[in-house]
């Protein structure tokens, strides 16, 4: 009984975790101060400068972004990333243990419930003072859904 109870509440605190940090505005969330006081960045320059590439319509760069702007920006993508990997592994043990789903059913409804999740973040960002909605992060919540995915069918496969 508290197995089941335990496992359909996991993806809800995902999904609130997802919830929370969407509903703040950006100022709240900047990392840029932190990251400069406590973290020696000077060292990544060198690492950082050949990085440019074009996102939501505008360039990621050293020369635009700043060193500490490029370090939060490849931490906030790796968190959409590691953040829907978890809802994907946690929507998947739930519908596990809590249906009689084969593995593949649980599988595939998990993907489609972590995918919508990431659309509906999108939209409920679009309601949140300075934030905007893309779907450039759908594409990365989905790929850490994916990178689930595999995890899941590499465990399943080294099971048998």
């Given at each position: 009984?508290?197995?089941?109870?335990?496992?359909?509440?996991?993806?809800?605190?995902?999904?609130?975790?997802?919830?929370?940090?969407?509903?703040?505005?950006?100022?709240?969330?900047?990392?840029r101060?932190?990251?400069?006081?406590?973290?020696?960045?000077e060292?990544?320059?060198?690492?950082?400068?050949?990085?440019?590439?074009?996102y939501?319509?505008?360039?990621?760069?050293?020369?635009?972004?700043?060193?500490?702007?490029?370090?939060?920006?490849?931490?906030?993508k790796?968190?959409?990333?590691?953040?829907?990997?978890?809802?994907?592994?946690?929507?998947?043990?739930a519908?596990?243990?809590?249906?009689?789903?084969?593995?593949?059913?649980?599988?595939?409804?998990?993907?489609?419930?972590?995918?919508?999740?990431?659309?509906?973040?999108?939209?409920?960002q679009?309601?949140?003072?300075?934030?905007?909605?893309?779907?450039?992060?759908?594409?990365?919540?989905?790929?850490?859904?994916?990178?689930?995915?595999?995890?899941i069918y590499?465990g399943?496969?080294?099971?048998?």
């Amino acid at each position: 009984m508290y197995k089941r109870l335990i496992f359909t509440i996991l993806p809800f605190t995902v999904m609130g975790l997802i919830f929370y940090f969407s509903s703040q505005p950006y100022g709240e969330q900047d990392m840029r101060p932190s990251l400069s006081t406590y973290l020696p960045l000077e060292l990544l320059r060198p690492l950082l400068a050949p990085v440019s590439f074009t996102y939501h319509g505008g360039e990621v760069s050293l020369a635009t972004h700043g060193i500490d702007g490029l370090v939060e920006f490849f931490i906030r993508k790796g968190a959409h990333i590691s953040i829907f990997f978890l809802l994907m592994i946690t929507t998947y043990a739930a519908f596990l243990v809590n249906t009689r789903w084969n593995k593949r059913t649980a599988v595939i409804s998990a993907l489609v419930v972590t995918v919508l999740y990431a659309c509906f973040d999108e939209y409920h960002q679009s309601l949140t003072p300075d934030r905007t909605p893309y779907i450039g992060d759908v594409g990365l919540d989905s790929a850490g859904a994916l990178i689930a995915l595999g995890v899941i069918y590499a465990g399943n496969k080294r099971r048998k």
